[in-house]
């Protein structure tokens, strides 16, 4: 058995559909602000002049929770009308702080006494918006419709129609004609005029039943993601530091003790000379060799601080040559062959890149898996051993410049490393 979807309403399906959402909202808004007023005001005053007795606490608390019933109902009713739910926006407290604290509670709660102020100054916007609507559904219901109601009502000498007073006429067709092309203009702006009322009262509601609880959630929204970018700065300045200071290392360790030592033969070699040549070009020899040492060590350098392969061809061709370079077995399943944003690009290959120099450092492992998968969010990469395991990302451990580099590109690093099990390092880096 096969379903097949339903199409979807046409412009004039949905304007038509909006046309009675809205209508339907502000009829029923107007008896509702009646109603709210007169009930709120009444309650709200004989409780706070009864306060003083305590019989008034009971009856502003009643008169509160009447509120939140009549709040619920208009967030109900405005959703349609906006086009989005409008949420509850009441605090929650922790349960067990006693029965008069839990009895109280909506008393404490301001959205509480924005609901009583909406029930009481709704009538304002409702009968506004009441007027307008009644009017222009009776002009243009009444307008378009004049051929059949028109033959039904009197005219007497003595009556003066509106025609007659524009100085258009007083003849049964010049009536019949400025009514119905007075229902034309009527009809031609009920579309807007309904939809403008209906938007001004449902507005209103929403600024006093949501309208705290919106602004109390983009501030929420806004220290986190200032806390996020704090975060990301903080993990950005760690992890090139890191890279600073293992680049110092790796030139002290290698590059320089080769140009000492090279310095140190040639000097050598310029006093044998003049005493001994063979030994001064054997020793000249060794300082050839050494000097291509060094270049090669420089190379392999420069390639981890920018991999001219990754800048010309991508990060599949990069992580292909980083997979070949390392000295452990490495399962490559990169399928990645469109060109990436550089910083994603930068960042997954130097998470592969360390992570495969732990494992060969540290490991003792016999193969490695390397996996890099695009989603709809960014990329997602995997590197898994069969080491010892024992990895981990807290501070002082080889994992924690990483994470701070994955960390400043806003994802996140995983890494499971159960002693004996082998370890798996995952970045999630957003696109």
């Given amino acids: 058995m096969t379903t097949t979807a339903s199409p979807a309403p046409s412009p004039m399906a949905r304007l038509v559909r909006q046309l009675g959402i809205d209508t339907q909202y502000v009829l029923l808004g107007f008896p509702l602000g009646i109603l709210t007023v007169a009930l709120f005001m009444s309650l709200f005053f004989t409780g706070l002049g009864t306060l003083i007795i305590?019989?008034?606490?009971?009856?502003?608390l009643a008169t509160v929770m009447t509120a939140r019933g009549f709040?619920?109902?208009?967030?109900?009713?405005?959703?349609?009308?906006?086009g989005r739910k409008v949420p509850h926006p009441y605090y929650k407290k922790a349960a067990g702080n006693g029965f008069w604290s839990q009895v109280l509670k909506p008393m404490t709660d301001g959205q509480?006494?924005?609901?009583?102020?909406?029930g009481m100054f709704r009538f304002i916007p409702s009968?506004?918006?009441?007027?307008?609507?009644?009017?222009?559904?009776?002009?243009a219901i009444g307008g378009l419709t004049v051929l059949l109601w028109d033959w039904s009502v009197p005219h007497p000498p003595e009556n003066v129609d509106l025609p007659e007073l524009l100085g258009m006429g007083d003849g049964t067709f010049t009536r019949v004609v400025f009514y119905f092309a007075c229902g034309v203009f009527f009809a031609g702006t009920l579309y807007p005029v309904v939809r403008g009322a209906a938007l001004m009262e449902a507005l209103f509601a929403r600024g006093l039943l949501s309208g705290v609880n919106e602004l109390r959630e983009q501030v929420a929204e806004a220290n986190a993601a200032r806390e996020v970018a704090q975060q990301q700065k903080a993990a950005a300045v760690s992890a090139e530091a890191t890279a600073l200071r293992r680049l110092e290392r790796d030139i002290h360790d290698g590059p320089q003790q080769?140009?000492?030592?090279?310095a140190m033969d040639l000097g050598r070699a310029e006093q044998q000379f003049s005493t001994d040549p063979?030994?001064?070009?054997?020793?000249v020899a060794e300082a050839?060799?050494?000097t291509r040492e060094t270049l090669d060590e420089l190379r392999a350098l420069s390639r981890g601080i920018?991999?001219?392969?990754?800048?010309?061809r991508g990060l599949q061709a990069a992580l292909t040559a980083l997979a070949s370079r390392c000295t452990i077995p490495v399962d490559l399943d990169a399928p990645v062959a469109e060109r990436l944003e550089p910083a994603l690009e930068s960042t997954a290959y130097f998470v592969v890149a360390e992570a495969l120099t732990n494992v060969a450092k540290h490991s003792y492992a016999n193969e490695v898996q390397v996996s890099v998968r695009r989603n709809v969010s960014g990329l997602i990469v995997s590197i898994a051993d069969d080491g010892v395991g024992g990895a981990s990302v807290a501070k002082g451990h080889g994992l924690a410049g990483l994470d701070d580099r994955v960390r400043a590109a806003g994802g996140v690093l995983d890494v499971e490393s159960p002693a004996g099990g082998g370890t798996r390092l995952t970045a999630a880096l957003p696109v």
């Avoid at 506004?128 to 559904?137: E, L, N």
């Avoid at 063979?278 to 020793?283: D, G, L, S, V, W």
């Avoid at 920018?306 to 010309?312: E, K």
């Fill in 306 to 312: 920018a991999p001219p392969i990754l800048v010309d």
């Fill in 71 to 82: 709040a619920t109902l208009e967030r109900a009713r405005i959703g349609p009308v906006l």
């Fill in 288 to 290: 050839l060799t050494q």
């Fill in 127 to 139: 009968t506004i918006a009441f007027s307008f609507v009644i009017t222009w559904w009776a002009g």
């Fill in 54 to 60: 305590w019989v008034g606490l009971p009856i502003l």
């Fill in 112 to 118: 509480s006494w924005l609901d009583l102020l909406h």
């Fill in 258 to 262: 080769r140009l000492v030592r090279l």
């Fill in 278 to 283: 063979e030994a001064a070009r054997a020793t």
